[in-house]
């Protein structure tokens, strides 16, 4: 059971009054496994969050940013509703089932979704454990959703900000199966989503390395290997797998996307039941709307494809959560993330911003 204890002074309208720098300088999970004297250590004045510090060879890019969307979770499409009174003005909510409730747990390697009402327009800043997440210069009044993915073991504690607070939404993330005493772990599965015991596992680094293991009974493996970018495949006879990717950060238990794997003879046809591709599609533009052709969209930093003469593109990808980046001369992009579920399409438009380009000397 997760439990936390949160003491504050309280103002007479119930905001505590020192809550802005309680979130600012609480201490970062991420550096509990660094002494104090180290610079990045555990103390309030810490840095470090995964992705740092610079000089680690190993070291990933910084975190994709979280990507918030406009969307009414009461229209038919998602047809939620509210499990949990909220009494502030700006209110946050974790989507269950379909519930919107104020705290929850979520497996380890899933997905998960944040639904803000925002009833006090302004800057809006998203904090996670008293780090901001994300920085929106001006939001009007009404309903955000912001899709996450469990990539870590860690606790959230999620809260908003305009010109007021909103209530705070912890989420424990659990062990889900995973065999967690390890600090990449992940799972290889059939079309249907049963574990494949004894498969071979290949992690190899982006920055070099290539590690193996071995899946247990369950299909799920475990290993420790340095911080930084894999690309995971598989290995057994009478099966072909799809490669996954993982994201590895020292001191956390970080989740690798699922490897499927299908017999040899498999189709779609003959198992309708199975794990089918799914696909994502979208344009590509500036703020004005206008499309961005030629443009380099990066899936999972692995592939590449080219927008075309009006901004398109689209790949197909296997189930699961995905990330997205885009690269353009002239332009400056968000990273996002899009769900792929099996046998259908998800679309993701991308918008960037025009950079000055000067020169180099």
Same mark, same amino acid.
């Given at each position: %059971?997760?439990?936390?204890?949160?003491? =504050?002074?309280?103002?007479?309208? +119930?905001?505590? =009054?020192?809550? %802005?720098?309680?979130?600012?300088?609480?201490?970062?999970?991420?550096?509990?496994?660094?002494?104090?004297?180290?610079?990045?250590?555990?103390?309030?004045?810490?840095?470090?969050?995964?992705?740092?510090?610079?000089?680690?060879?190993?070291?990933?890019?910084?975190?994709?940013?979280? @990507?918030?969307?406009?969307?009414?979770?009461?229209?038919?499409?998602?047809?939620?509703?509210?499990?949990?009174?909220?009494?502030? @003005?700006?209110?946050?909510?974790?989507?269950?089932?379909?519930?919107?409730?104020?705290?929850?747990?979520?497996?380890?390697?899933?997905?998960?979704?944040?639904?803000?009402?925002?009833?006090?327009?302004?800057?809006?800043?998203?904090?996670?454990?008293?780090?901001? !997440?994300?920085?929106?210069?001006?939001?009007?009044?009404?309903?955000? @959703?912001?899709?996450?993915?469990?990539?870590?073991?860690?606790?959230?504690?999620?809260?908003?900000?305009?010109?007021?607070?909103?209530?705070?939404?912890?989420?424990?993330?659990?062990?889900?199966?995973?065999?967690?005493?390890?600090?990449?772990?992940? @799972?290889?599965?059939?079309?249907?989503?049963?574990?494949?015991?004894?498969?071979?596992?290949? %992690?190899?680094?982006?920055?070099?390395? !290539?590690?193996?293991?071995?899946?247990?009974?369950?299909?799920?493996?475990? %290993?420790?290997?340095?911080?930084?970018?894999?690309?995971?495949?598989?290995?057994?006879?009478?099966? $072909?797998?799809?490669?996954?990717? /993982?994201?590895?950060?020292? +001191?956390?238990?970080?989740?690798?996307?699922?490897?499927?794997?299908?017999?040899?003879?498999?189709?779609?046809?003959?198992?309708?039941?199975?794990?089918?591709?799914?696909?994502?599609?979208?344009?590509?533009?500036?703020?004005?709307? =206008?499309?961005?052709?030629?443009?380099?969209?990066?899936?999972?930093?692995?592939? $590449?494809?080219?927008?075309?003469?009006?901004?398109?593109?689209?790949?197909?990808?296997?189930?699961?959560?995905?990330?997205?980046?885009?690269?353009? /001369?002239?332009?400056?992009?968000?990273?996002?993330?899009?769900?792929?579920?099996?046998?259908?399409?998800?679309?993701?438009?991308?918008?960037? $911003?025009?950079?000055?380009?000067?020169?180099?000397?």
């Amino acid at each position: %059971m997760l439990v936390l204890v949160y003491a =504050a002074a309280f103002t007479a309208g +119930g905001t505590a =009054a020192d809550e %802005m720098t309680m979130l600012d300088f609480l201490p970062n999970p991420f550096a509990a496994d660094r002494p104090e004297w180290d610079p990045f250590g555990p103390g309030y004045e810490s840095t470090y969050y995964p992705g740092r510090p610079p000089w680690d060879p190993f070291s990933p890019e910084s975190r994709d940013l979280p @990507r918030i969307v406009s969307a009414d979770p009461f229209a038919p499409e998602y047809n939620l509703s509210i499990g949990a009174d909220v009494s502030s @003005r700006n209110q946050l909510y974790l989507q269950s089932g379909r519930l919107l409730v104020t705290e929850g747990v979520v497996g380890l390697g899933s997905p998960y979704t944040l639904w803000l009402y925002v009833g006090e327009w302004g800057p809006l800043s998203v904090y996670d454990g008293g780090r901001r !997440i994300l920085y929106q210069g001006l939001v009007t009044r009404g309903w955000y @959703r912001i899709d996450q993915y469990a990539e870590t073991l860690e606790e959230h504690r999620y809260q908003f900000n305009t010109s007021r607070w909103s209530n705070p939404v912890p989420l424990a993330v659990s062990s889900a199966g995973y065999p967690t005493g390890y600090g990449l772990v992940g @799972r290889v599965v059939d079309t249907r989503g049963n574990g494949i015991p004894g498969a071979l596992v290949r %992690m190899t680094g982006s920055a070099g390395g !290539i590690f193996t293991t071995a899946t247990d009974l369950q299909g799920y493996y475990g %290993m420790d290997v340095p911080s930084g970018s894999y690309t995971v495949t598989a290995e057994k006879e009478g099966f $072909t797998f799809s490669p996954s990717t /993982a994201r590895v950060w020292t +001191g956390a238990v970080s989740a690798a996307g699922t490897v499927v794997g299908y017999q040899t003879g498999w189709s779609p046809e003959a198992d309708p039941g199975a794990y089918e591709a799914g696909w994502v599609e979208g344009v590509v533009t500036d703020r004005s709307g =206008a499309p961005v052709p030629g443009a380099t969209v990066r899936i999972d930093g692995i592939f $590449t494809v080219t927008t075309d003469r009006d901004g398109g593109y689209g790949a197909s990808l296997a189930p699961g959560w995905h990330s997205i980046s885009v690269y353009a /001369a002239g332009y400056k992009f968000s990273s996002a993330s899009v769900q792929i579920r099996p046998g259908q399409g998800s679309r993701l438009d991308l918008q960037g $911003t025009k950079v000055v380009v000067l020169g180099s000397y």
